[in-house]
């Protein structure tokens, strides 16, 4: 079975996404997802210009050696844009190796671990009772475990907070917080790292006050710490029981994290800008972190993050994986299913699609009982509309740029 053609299609249904359909010689069709915010047509053109070429008439079988013909191939080794290009590629071809079994992914990736993967919604406020109400909202939605995040007094715009009432699972209007904006240049955030930390702990007192022990508490702080910073949070929180503590400092410096580690109990999540098992290579070994954050969109696809996955359970370490609206269904569909089939699955991201997006992506996958389950179908579950894709061309759009109050670039 060869690869007869490969198509990649940039769509903008609410959003961008850049998406990779691989057609075989027997007409068999997969799709990858490629989506890299804010850059998305460098994947594009990495696709188009300098990997398609590559795959006409290649064993649409040979998965492994496509991944090892690309990463070891380009000689220009990792990076967002190369790995989120292979991942399109690993992926699609792994909708097509499942649709030709006649069995749903997560047969091939071993069989189902668990029920459902346990997801984790994104409820944020400006203030305490907008953050309620958005909790309250999650909750009678079923999420189970929620990230939480809220305005920081003094600041005008802060990571993480939605700019009206949060969006519902089915609501057309909006999606739950986009902080990629389309236009000509990024919109700029401001920043007091000392009012951050002075107001966090106070809101996670007041959540656990007014929601109780029982739902799993996360939160995200954006990279924007230094390593003593960051072992504070940590600290301070502990009172309140996190699931988990996402990406305290930058990510390039895998040492930071042992400061944090030895100052604090609580979980500790990073890796959503990491690409590669390398960027994990102490973090995991030295066990100072609990939750890998790559998704399958940006870190060389299925069989890249399955190999983290198998380092990191050697550690005790288990699956977070990054799941905005910017991995598109497609990437999510391959979580949903990578995550069923791993024992050390932890817990999915999932911010809700818009109308708009699933109206062209058609994925399969449920979300029930607090979690998601993959579907029955062959293959990823996606039924990828193209005329409809057609209808939503491609709008620039970036991610913001954060300064201090001074002015000074800091860490979006
Ligand atoms: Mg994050």
Known sequence: MLIERADVIVTSPGRNFVTLKITTDDGVV?????????????????????????????????????????????????????????????????????????????????????????????????????????????????????????????????????????????????????????????????????????????????????????????????????????AKLGKSLEPYDLFWLEDVTPAENQEALRWVRHHTTTPLAIGEVFNSVWDYQHLIREQLIDYVRSPITHAGGISSVRRIMDYAAMYQVKSGMHGPTDVSPVGLAAAVHLGTALHNFGIQEYMVHSEQTRAVFGPTYEFAGGGLRPGEEPGLGIHFDEELAAQHPYERAYLPVNRLQDGTVHDW
């Open 30 to 230: 997969g799709y990858g997802d490629g989506t890299l915010n804010g850059r998305e047509l460098a994947v594009a053109s990495y696709l188009t210009d300098h990997v398609v070429p590559l795959l006409i008439g290649r064993d649409a079988h040979a998965i492994e050696d496509t991944w090892q013909y690309l990463y070891r191939g380009a000689y220009w080794r990792r990076g967002p844009v190369t790995m989120a290009a292979i991942a399109a590629v690993d992926t699609a071809l792994w909708d097509i190796k499942a649709k030709v079994a006649g069995l749903p992914l997560y047969q091939l990736l071993g069989g189902a671990s668990r029920e459902r993967c346990l997801v984790y919604g994104h409820a944020s406020g400006k203030d305490i009772p907008e953050l309620f109400d958005s909790v309250r909202q999650h909750l009678e939605e079923g999420f189970r475990a929620i990230r939480i995040q809220t305005g920081v007094p003094g600041l005008d715009s802060v990571y993480g907070v939605a700019s009206s009432a949060a969006a519902s699972i089915g609501d057309d209007t909006r999606y739950d917080y986009e902080p990629a904006r389309r236009s000509a240049l990024p919109a700029e955030e401001n920043w007091d790292t000392r009012a951050y930390l002075r107001h966090v702990p106070s809101v996670f007192e007041a959540v656990r006050g007014e929601f109780g022990e029982d739902i799993a508490l996360l939160h995200d702080a954006h990279h924007r710490l230094t390593p003593i910073q960051a």
